[in-house]
């Protein structure tokens, strides 16, 4: 009975209703079974016809909610908008607008930007201004090729063309057996890494740090730069560094990667020695970081020095014998080399 009185509720509607509004909705539901037909089995396709009548539909008929069965009227509505966005994109594909620059004048802008590394797009524009080429501040910024470096030296490009030139210090702390500090007083050469001078002490006096300075450094082998912190056992010796001659480059506060090397070598020392052993006192602790020098200038190899040593180890042939195996540090690392059977 309720099928019944459901058909006829919708005959009377239907009756009800324009001949225009049944003729679009007949047109709706058989298309909706076209598209049933058509994707038996085993999914329901709608192509971009389908989903364009659709889109219509919800804009030229106001009924269409209740004759939609496939899809979800939301899914219709976000097939309008997509076309809809479609349609924009396409109606505004030519843009108007500034004209381009000329291309003799980009040429000139990249050239006065090569030529002159530290102008800006103001100073360029003003140039262009006095060769009576009229272009807008933006359009000189836009055509300037973009710089990868800066304009001045940064503090890599020092270090890299002084090399050769820079020994850097730093000290460290080492605590005993006995919970005393001990300090390392670390030199190392920047040019391939070498360590110059070690030196424990229990006091670092300026007087003490002025005569390990001298040790480390020669008449004929004295850096024309010393790379150090502001510690304050390095200002006690400023005229001692004076004397011999040697510019002190100072690292800004609280800035440890600006003297990364040395600190560097004070994080192999504790990883590799000094965090696997226990140190009595200062003589103890002076033989040990010997024996760790003798293993880092002579066996251990860099990977900035590309895989060598400080002391540019050599390989050995295949044909020298068989390897055999050397303790270095006490053990603690050890030497691989060829010897004669």
């Given amino acids: 009975m309720a099928p019944v009185v ?3 509720v919708f005959a009377l509607r239907s009756a009800a209703r324009s001949r225009a509004a049944l003729h679009i909705e007949i047109l709706a539901l058989r298309h909706q079974v076209a598209v049933l037909n058509r994707s038996r089995p085993p999914r329901l396709r709608l192509t971009a016809p389908d989903r364009v009548l659709w889109a219509w539909l919800s804009q030229a008929w106001s009924g269409w909610r209740p004759a939609l069965v496939l899809v979800k009227p939301d899914t219709v509505l976000a097939w309008h908008r997509r076309g809809f966005r479609l349609f924009w994109t396409w109606k505004s594909r030519y843009r108007t607008g500034r004209p381009a620059a000329a291309p003799e004048v ?24 006095k060769l009576g080429i009229s272009v807008s501040q933006a359009t000189v910024a836009k055509y300037m090729p973009r710089r990868t470096k800066p304009p001045s030296q940064p503090w890599r490009t020092f270090l890299a063309n002084h090399v050769g030139q820079i020994m850097a210090a730093d000290f460290f702390v080492v605590p005993t057996v006995t919970y005393q500090l001990l300090f390392v007083l670390v030199i190392l050469a920047h040019d391939r890494r070498r360590i110059v001078h070690v030196a424990v002490t229990d006091h670092p006096t300026a007087a003490w740090t002025a005569q390990q300075l001298r040790n480390a450094f020669p008449e004929d ?25 040697i510019h002190e480059v100072v690292t800004a506060p609280r800035s440890p990667w600006q003297n990364a090397y040395v600190e560097r070598l004070i994080g192999s020392i504790r990883r590799e020695c000094l965090d696997h052993v226990i140190v009595l006192g200062v003589a103890g602790l002076q033989r040990v970081l010997a024996d760790y020098v003798e293993y880092y200038m002579n066996t251990r190899t860099h990977l900035s020095l590309g895989k060598d040593t400080p002391a540019s180890r050599p390989a050995t042939p295949l044909s020298a014998g068989r390897i055999v195996e050397i303790p270095q540090v006490n053990g603690l690392h050890h030497r691989y080399d060829r010897a004669a059977a």
């Avoid at 000139?108 to 530290?118: E, G, K, Q, S």
């Fill in 6 to 8: 459901v058909s006829l």
């Fill in 106 to 129: 980009r040429a000139l802008i990249r050239r006065m930007a090569a030529a002159n590394p530290v102008w800006g797009a103001p100073r360029i524009h003003g140039e262009l201004q």
């Fill in 221 to 245: 082998h004295v850096p024309r730069y010393l790379l150090h912190d502001r510690d304050a056992v390095f200002t006690d010796v400023v005229s001692t560094i004076g004397a011999m001659q």
